[in-house]
């Protein structure tokens, strides 16, 4: 990421409804999927805003993220052909990780969260840059009796991550009870919106949609309470690392149209004994034939930190590629997912190097996550 220096740069991308309210809080901002976002804040930084959200609650604007509404009769069953995950495997009030696939390579289009309302009625949340990707596809696809809408700047979204969230929800008024990948409407001083049992840092934690007109209001009443939990404003640099603790794929990184759900490991989120969903043919092949390669996860034996396109070798050979790699700040050591050659044939706990502008480092193969995940 680079930092948007100059109003040219900014007008060229979306801003959040929250926006004034994180230059008020100096944050520094950076292009993400065609959006403005907070980057880290003032008076803190990545190392502290990744800290609270493991040991108190950090609130992050991620309005960024798409929204599609998919309506009409068996509008349910309509995603469930198009989408990667079985939707018959939850009911009204959940929600469930898929991915948009490719139909003819496999390759992911997006990997998107998927809230089922009822049989007429799908929520979709894409990735900022792939929302009207992932919109044109269904609406190419999609019947008469079907509408799919775009919706990306009608909500805002902000994730409250924490092991405190609960509490800090709990004293707004707003539920907290209901289990990891569900939701539940409520209303916060008249505003309504959704309260949804998910999030992207593996810890416990909560997203809420929130009409974009609203949103100033709900992070205002958020904050209010931000001394009483140790509320912190936390920003996507933040972000990135704690997912990158839980092994956490990205898309553009860890997931992308080069990138298939069988390389990635993403196989779970795969329903494979449904008769219709894009890159169906393509998958089966490639799982049954074997990918050439997977995503596994590293760690540095010493002070090497791996980053995003750094190869990496077993003596000459060269076996890999880092896709995604960062400090983690919990451990304090480098961590990373990389995509690594079947062929190669390594297992956990064996060791590769890295090659850092013409230097060696020592890397030891682990599998996800990094960190104990308490999201649920």
Not at 207 to 223: I, R, T
Not at 322 to 347: E, H, M, W
């Amino acid at each position: 990421m680079t930092d948007v220096t100059s109003d040219a740069a900014a007008t060229r991308l979306r801003r959040s409804p929250l926006h004034e309210r994180h230059t008020a809080a100096g944050a520094k901002f950076a292009p993400f999927g065609g959006w403005e976002m907070p980057l880290e804040y003032a008076g803190g930084g990545v190392l502290k805003e990744h800290t609270a959200v493991r040991t108190a609650v950090g609130v992050f604007d991620v309005s960024h993220l798409g929204k599609a509404r998919v309506s009409g009769p068996a509008a349910a069953d309509f995603v469930n052909a198009c989408l990667s995950n079985d939707l018959g495997r939850i009911g009204p009030g959940r929600a469930q990780y898929t991915l948009c696939c490719d139909d003819a390579t496999g390759g992911v289009v997006d990997d998107i969260i998927a809230y089922l309302y009822a049989d007429d009625h799908v929520f979709l949340i894409p990735n900022a840059a792939n929302t009207a990707e992932v919109v044109r596809r269904l609406r190419a696809a999609a019947p008469e009796s079907v509408t799919v809408t775009d919706e990306h700047e009608a909500y805002a979204v902000l994730a409250v991550q924490g092991p405190r969230s609960a509490d800090l929800l709990g004293a707004l008024g707003l539920p907290t009870e209901h289990g990891y990948m569900s939701f539940s409407a409520a209303s916060l001083d008249g505003v309504e919106l959704t309260v949804c049992r998910t999030g992207y840092t593996g810890e416990l934690g909560y997203e809420l949609v929130v009409p974009a007109e609203h949103a100033v209001a709900v992070w205002d009443a958020l904050n209010a309470f931000g001394e009483v939990f140790e509320l912190r404003a936390c920003g996507l640099a933040a972000r990135d690392t704690l997912r990158t603790e839980m092994g956490y794929p990205l898309h553009g990184q860890d997931l992308s149209l080069d990138i298939t759900p069988v390389q990635a490991r993403s196989g779970w989120a795969v329903g494979w004994d449904k008769p219709a969903f894009w890159g169906r043919d393509a998958l089966l092949a490639e799982k049954a034939a074997g990918p050439r390669r997977t995503l596994r996860g590293l760690v540095a034996v010493d002070r090497a930190i791996p980053r995003p396109g750094m190869t990496l070798h077993v003596g000459d050979e060269q076996v890999g590629e880092v896709t995604s790699g960062t400090f983690s700040p919990t451990r304090k050591q480098g961590i990373a997912l990389a995509l690594l050659n079947t062929d190669a044939n390594l297992t956990d706990g064996d060791e590769v190097e890295i090659d850092i502008r013409g230097r060696r480092a020592p890397l030891t193969l682990q599998k996800p996550p990094f960190v104990n995940p308490s999201v649920k």
